[in-house]
């Protein structure tokens, strides 16, 4: 399981991002910060795997944020999840480290392709005996290219049968959109075993998915059937 800290000032896009990790296996939110200088004081970086952090923040930037980490001698593993995409911020931002770079708005979908990408190179340096071989070294340049399944292909811990169940419901209403709680009623199945579901479904493009701002708390993620 990776440790995951955000670091977002922006309430609302700090909770979608929770709500994207959780929805990602292997992963768990262990801080939210709303800025670099709280985090620094703050997070327990010696246990923590990967930090999400946003460009724009009061008081300290992220670039000044990872340039401050890095002198203290903490290096874990940055997402960059911000609005700023100016060549010269991105540039700088590679230069210091950072593993992958999303531009907001972002979907699900190019969220867990950065999650899962970070989790295969962990995997392959884990996986190593103190030295890698050019194998290795590829794997890690590229992991997308050491396997992926395929579309017919079930991940580990799914079956068909429920995979059918889910399916077909939503296929009965190619117009409408649910979240996974509306789901996991109309199916009678746990909350925890659709998402993984849906999750799969949107990997293999069979779901689409959308944010709904307008639930008075928490963002809501709505999926909907989408492939003929």
Same mark, same amino acid.
């Given at each position: 399981?990776?440790?995951?800290?955000?670091?977002?000032?922006?309430?609302?896009?700090?909770?979608?991002?929770?709500?994207?990790?959780?929805? /990602?296996?292997? *992963?768990?939110?262990?801080?939210?910060?709303?800025?670099?200088?709280?985090?620094?004081?703050?997070?327990?970086?010696?246990?923590?795997?990967?930090?999400?952090?946003? +460009? *724009?923040?009061?008081?300290?930037?992220?670039? #000044?944020?990872?340039?401050?980490?890095?002198? /203290?001698?903490?290096?874990?593993?940055?997402?960059?999840?911000?609005?700023?995409?100016?060549?010269?911020?991105? /540039?700088?931002?590679?230069?210091?480290?950072?593993?992958?770079?999303?531009?907001?708005?972002?979907? +699900?979908?190019?969220?867990? $392709?950065?999650?899962?990408?970070? @989790?295969?190179?962990?995997?392959?340096?884990?996986?190593?005996?103190?030295?890698?071989?050019? $194998?290795?070294?590829?794997?890690?340049?590229?992991? $997308? @290219?050491?396997? #992926?399944?395929?579309?017919?292909?079930?991940?580990?811990?799914?079956?068909?049968?429920?995979?059918?169940?889910?399916?077909? *419901?939503?296929?009965?209403?190619?117009?409408?959109?649910?979240? @996974?709680?509306?789901? @996991?009623?109309?199916?009678?199945? $746990?909350?925890?075993?659709?998402?993984?579901?849906?999750?799969?479904?949107?990997?293999?493009?069979?779901?689409?998915?959308?944010?709904? +701002?307008? /639930?008075?708390?928490?963002?809501?993620?709505?999926?909907? +059937?989408?492939?003929?």
């Amino acid at each position: 399981m990776f440790n995951v800290i955000i670091i977002e000032d922006d309430p609302m896009v700090a909770a979608i991002d929770r709500q994207y990790v959780e929805m /990602t296996a292997g *992963f768990r939110v262990t801080g939210m910060f709303d800025g670099g200088i709280s985090a620094l004081k703050g997070a327990d970086f010696d246990h923590t795997d990967l930090i999400i952090l946003d +460009y *724009f923040m009061p008081e300290m930037n992220g670039d #000044e944020f990872i340039n401050q980490l890095h002198r /203290t001698g903490w290096s874990p593993a940055i997402i960059m999840v911000t609005s700023a995409n100016d060549t010269e911020t991105v /540039t700088s931002l590679f230069r210091h480290g950072v593993v992958d770079y999303l531009v907001k708005p972002f979907e +699900y979908e190019r969220f867990r $392709s950065a999650l899962e990408r970070f @989790s295969a190179r962990m995997n392959v340096l884990s996986g190593t005996s103190g030295t890698v071989s050019q $194998s290795d070294i590829d794997r890690l340049i590229s992991p $997308s @290219s050491s396997g #992926e399944p395929g579309k017919n292909t079930l991940a580990k811990g799914l079956n068909a049968p429920t995979l059918n169940l889910i399916r077909s *419901f939503l296929k009965k209403h190619p117009e409408d959109s649910f979240t @996974s709680e509306q789901i @996991s009623k109309e199916v009678n199945l $746990s909350r925890i075993t659709v998402r993984r579901y849906v999750n799969h479904m949107l990997e293999i493009g069979e779901l689409t998915s959308t944010i709904d +701002y307008q /639930t008075g708390g928490r963002p809501g993620i709505h999926y909907k +059937y989408c492939k003929v």
